[in-house]
């Protein structure tokens, strides 16, 4: 009998176990460590800047802090694939722009990822306009001055391009203007700035936070914003739409993402942090005085803007001529 009823604890303790229901214990609730948001830019960029701002407001909501990390190379290629190999468990995300998830798709032969298949979308954080710029000397005051320069002037006129935005947003002027220039490449925008100020370029389009202090030297001039949506920080600059182009709209973005399979319960907790930290007045006004216009979004309407995104780069990179590589 005893034996018996050695058996039968044994047996019970073993179902205890087995059954954490039976127990009384539960899986602990999300999130209960520190959440690491990898980003595709190096330390000190715009998008660093971004990620800290936000992380730490979300941060607080989650009662958890947000580990900014810094993954830069390959247009996004290198941050996204090393998010692929986290857990989906909503402890490793990744902050995706208009390159990782959308241009990269026809620049990048060896992707080596799908930009919806393979990530769950969270929600939209910026909207990121560029700004045309010409060299101070030039006679031009207005996108109409402008674009009637350039016409008396064919394949006379320069611009320099650093990124693939700033290529494919001057091969959209080039198109809807009606306007024949040539294009510099450079590695980078810094690099091409300088000769815009030296007069060795005629025109870019360029990030507003870039440019703000140079023009403020009056050795370049701010002729119109590429979205069709005004920057709040510079509001007298008008956007190219209203200055001549009716059809022009282009902007680059930036967002959350997670690898695919986060949980339902997981994704709308963080989407919700995350987009009342992008919401937060003060975040509005930090983030304009960067060049962004502060938006957001649920997780399924992020993931339709992304599908259109994919389509619309689609054309964008066929019309600029670029190809992956």
């Known amino acids: 009998m005893r034996i018996v009823r050695r058996a039968f604890v044994n047996w019970l303790l073993t179902a205890c176990a087995l059954l954490p229901c039976v127990s009384g214990q539960a899986a602990p609730e999300f999130p209960n460590r520190p959440i690491r948001l990898v980003i595709s830019f190096p330390p000190g960029s715009t998008s660093d800047l971004l990620a800290r701002r936000l992380g730490e407001q979300a941060g607080k909501a989650l009662s958890q802090p947000v580990v900014v990390e810094s993954r830069p190379g390959a247009q996004g290629v290198v941050a996204a694939r090393a998010v692929l190999s986290a857990p989906r468990d909503g402890y490793t995300l990744f902050l995706g722009t208009n390159s990782s998830h959308a241009a990269n798709v026809y ?39 402008f674009v009637r ?133 003060g975040t509005v006004k930090y983030l304009s005085e960067l060049g962004m216009i502060a938006t957001s979004s649920t997780p399924e309407e992020f993931r339709v803007f992304v599908q259109g995104q994919i389509a619309f780069w689609g054309r964008l990179t066929k019309e600029a001529g670029l190809a992956a590589l």
């Open 149 to 281: 320069y350039a016409k008396e002037r064919p394949g006379k006129l320069s611009y320099g391009t650093g990124n693939s935005g700033g290529l494919v947003a001057a091969q959209m002027l080039k198109s809807q203007a009606g306007i024949d220039a040539v294009a510099v490449n450079y590695p980078g925008t810094a690099q091409a700035m300088s000769d815009l100020v030296a007069g060795r370029l005629d025109f870019m389009m360029v990030d507003p936070v870039v440019i703000r202090s140079i023009a403020q030297t009056g050795k370049v001039r701010v002729l119109g914003l590429t979205s069709k949506q005004r920057l709040p920080s510079m509001p007298d600059v008008v956007p190219l739409a209203e200055g001549g182009l009716p059809d022009y709209d282009y902007a680059s973005w930036g967002g959350l993402f997670a690898p695919a399979g986060l949980p339902p319960d997981v994704t709308r907790r963080l989407s919700q942090a995350f987009g009342n930290a992008v919401g937060d007045p």
């Open 107 to 145: 620049m990048v032969k060896e992707l080596g990822y799908d930009p919806l298949k393979d990530f769950t979308p969270i929600t939209q954080f910026t909207i990121n306009p560029l700004l045309l710029v010409v060299n101070a000397a030039m006679p031009v005051h207005n996108v109409k001055e």
